[in-house]
């Protein structure tokens, strides 16, 4: 069975940083693209960032480039988001999602309805 566990969500100032992580169990990891999608409240899920099956190419949506990294671990099953100078409008539930990949160097994707496995999601803080 294939779950998407994500953890490191909480409460933090603004200006402060958080890591985001999202371990995936039962899939062949190293194969799976992967994003971050966050809801913010009373809002659309909205496409963060994402990466390839690889680790080594990335997108971000364009608003919060510079201030978010993307990074995967498929050693450690693990796609992690790094989260720097946070404002209160990065307030939300941030999911991660995973998508069998073919082309594991080259495919990413931001349309969340191309993701198969989806995580709980954790909430994201921020006060000012």
């Known amino acids: 069975q294939v779950q998407l566990v994500e953890s490191g969500g909480g409460l933090v100032q603004a200006g402060g940083s958080l890591r985001l992580s999202c371990v995936a169990y039962?899939?062949?990891?190293?194969?799976?693209?992967m994003g971050w999608f966050r809801q913010r409240p009373g809002k659309e899920r909205e496409f963060v960032a994402a990466i390839t099956a690889s680790g080594g190419s990335t997108v971000y949506a364009e608003s919060l480039k510079g201030r978010f990294t993307i990074s995967k671990d498929n050693a450690k099953n693990t796609v992690y988001l790094q989260m720097n100078s946070l404002t209160p409008e990065d307030t939300a539930v941030y999911s991660c999602?995973?998508?069998?990949?073919?082309?594991?160097?080259?495919?990413?994707?931001?349309?969340?309805?191309?993701?198969?496995?989806w995580g709980q999601g954790t909430q994201v803080t921020v006060s000012s």
């Open positions: 999602a995973g998508v069998y990949a073919e082309r594991t160097w080259t495919y990413y994707t931001t349309r969340g309805g191309d993701y198969t496995y």
């Open positions: 039962g899939l062949t990891f190293s194969r799976y693209a």
